[in-house]
């Protein structure tokens, strides 16, 4: 699979363009309404009518039945679910795997058995945190590298200024940042968000050889 870089809570159509125009693969739009960066489905239909099809639609769900998450991401036309809470994996046994990005919050070797029931297409590996990620705490890179299941996106803590490393360190199928190249939390900012990509692709390039 080609190196992903998701750009995620995103709050306005302007910054969705913004990301598509950097370069994002993905753009990431959170549903659940305890985050900072929450939309509702009004919303997020005019941030996701910025994204172009070959640049997939993310919707974040935190602890979220199964039958909401499926109506929703029909709904709204999006490519995954991710889920970022406590959900269980026989609740989504009747959803489609393909449409699934599982997101782990790291704290410790643990962390990675308790989620091994789980299949499905992309993992997301963040730093631990009560609040479900966007918190801007860095992820424990070490353990990651050394326990991750394929193919994986790394988050948590990233920002233009250390996702090369994280990268050469990690060795992700692909990096995930919100917080890191915001203006506040609810506006990105155009400068942080090329950056970003910028040197996660050159990361990337450095250590995928070229097909």
Request: charged share 20%.
């Amino acid at each position: 699979m080609s190196f992903i870089v998701k750009i995620c809570g995103v709050t306005s159509p302007a910054d969705a363009e913004l990301a598509v125009e950097a370069g994002a693969d993905a753009i990431g739009v959170n549903l659940w309404p305890d985050s900072k960066r929450f939309v509702d489905d009004g919303s997020a239909r005019d941030v996701l009518a910025a994204v172009p099809e070959r640049v997939l639609k993310v919707g974040v769900f935190v602890n979220a039945p199964a039958e909401e998450v499926a109506a929703r991401v029909a709904s709204l036309g999006l490519d995954k679910a991710q889920l970022h809470g406590h959900e269980q994996v026989a609740d989504f046994s009747a959803l489609d795997p393909a449409i699934l990005i599982r997101a782990v919050g790291v704290r410790d070797e643990a962390t990675f058995q308790v989620q091994a029931l789980w299949r499905p297409s992309l993992w997301l590996y963040d730093a631990f945190s009560p609040g479900y990620g966007g918190s801007g705490h860095q992820a424990p890179w070490r353990l990651v590298a050394k326990l991750a299941k394929r193919p994986f996106l790394l988050a948590g803590g990233l920002t233009p200024d250390n996702v090369g490393a994280a990268i050469a360190a990690v060795r992700p199928d692909g990096v995930d940042v919100a917080s890191g190249v915001e203006v506040t939390p609810r506006r990105k900012d155009p400068a942080k968000v090329r950056r970003f990509i910028e040197a996660a692709r050159a990361a990337a390039h450095a250590i995928v050889p070229a097909t």
